[in-house]
């Protein structure tokens, strides 16, 4: 019988051994529940041939020809990805709509003798959840801000408070941006749906009684728009905020932007915007420190030039904690971690 969600936390809590997405990769890539495996019951161009002879042609010659389409590619799954599975497997299946095609995949699963169920309504009744959680209820834990300037290891402390047991959520690594005109990485950024579904989970994981650390960031990591039931709890958060030695801050930023300095050609596209903030002579020397290879003085002057300055003139609540740091090394942040956990 198909399983009817009335929450993220019922959905990940479901005693079922792996989820299954049988919709196209296309579909699977804009969005999916996090941790599902695309086993596709009908590939990008079957799904289309499907839809439009169904549409323009007969319903009767399209449910015919998806079926037999469908068995094939349960065929290959069966052979491939799914060869491995032991008789006492769980899977979870869904579809768009929760209809033919995880209803088919399911009854071949099942007929096997897997005990698999589907979604009651597929991925739309997944994604009604999502925005449920994201657009209509409270934030779910109190929040506590991890702010500072450009290079004052953040991301790093959040790592190190993770690692202690703390309640963590990384809004750069879902966004996969850092937060920055230099913030793109390899690989370019999820979807919108796609990040507010990883969000969404890792929210309907937390413990309410207990604080979730999260790095200060504007209402957008790139161009993923943070959801308003996360902004407004930005808003009104305590605020822990770094103070690091320049030094220090240069030396990070070096560490952790190698694949911008393996990459002068975009290195070099990146400064050039900024050229309307800062004009072509300033901008002009930054882009001669990068071809020069003297990194530590361009990371500093745009620190000193660029960033802070920006950080300085943002609006700061009242009641900011700052949290002086001598360095950035594992064991300055591994104690600073630790204080922090011990004094809530």
Not at 78 to 85: K, W
Not at 88 to 106: H, M
Not at 315 to 333: A, F, K, N, V, Y
Request: net charge neutral; aromatic share 6%.
């Amino acid at each position: 019988m198909p399983i009817a969600l009335d929450s993220l936390a019922a959905l990940f809590d479901l005693p079922f051994d792996e989820v299954i997405d049988v919709r196209s990769p296309a579909e699977f890539a804009e969005d999916h529940i996090p941790g599902a495996l695309n086993l596709p019951a009908l590939s990008n161009e079957e799904r289309a041939r499907v839809g439009t002879i169904y549409v323009q042609q007969d319903r009767f010659l399209a449910r015919k020809i998806g079926a037999a389409l469908v068995a094939r590619n349960a065929a290959a799954h069966l052979e491939g990805p799914l060869a491995d599975r032991h008789g006492g497997w769980r899977p979870l299946v869904y579809c768009w709509r929760g209809g033919q095609r995880s209803g088919s995949f399911t009854v071949i699963l099942q007929q096997i003798g897997w005990k698999a169920d589907t979604i009651q309504g597929g991925y739309q009744a997944y994604r009604r959840l999502v925005a449920r959680a994201l657009y209509e209820e409270d934030f779910p834990a109190p929040v506590r801000l991890i702010d500072g300037g450009t290079g004052t290891g953040k991301t790093h402390l959040l790592a190190h408070l993770a690692a202690q047991g703390a309640q963590v959520i990384d809004l750069e690594r879902l966004a996969a941006h850092r937060g920055s005109v230099f913030g793109p990485v390899v690989g370019g950024q999820p979807s919108q749906k796609s990040f507010e579904s990883a969000l969404a989970a890792q929210m309907a994981r937390l413990d309410p009684a207990r604080p979730v650390y999260i790095e200060a960031e504007s209402t957008r990591i790139g161009r993923i728009t943070l959801p308003p039931i996360l902004t407004r709890a930005m808003r009104t958060a305590p605020v822990i905020r770094l103070e690091v030695p320049l030094a220090a801050r240069v030396t990070n930023l070096c560490a952790d932007y190698t694949d911008l300095i393996s990459d002068p050609v975009r290195l070099d596209a990146i400064l050039t915007r900024l050229v309307q903030y800062h004009g072509h002579e300033q901008v002009d020397h930054w882009r001669a420190l990068a071809a020069a290879g003297d990194y530590p003085a361009l990371a500093a002057q745009l620190i000193e030039t660029h960033y802070d300055p920006r950080y300085i003139r943002k609006p700061r609540p009242e009641g900011i904690r700052p949290l002086g740091l001598p360095d950035l090394s594992e064991t300055t942040l591994r104690a600073a971690a630790q204080e922090l956990i011990k004094s809530e």
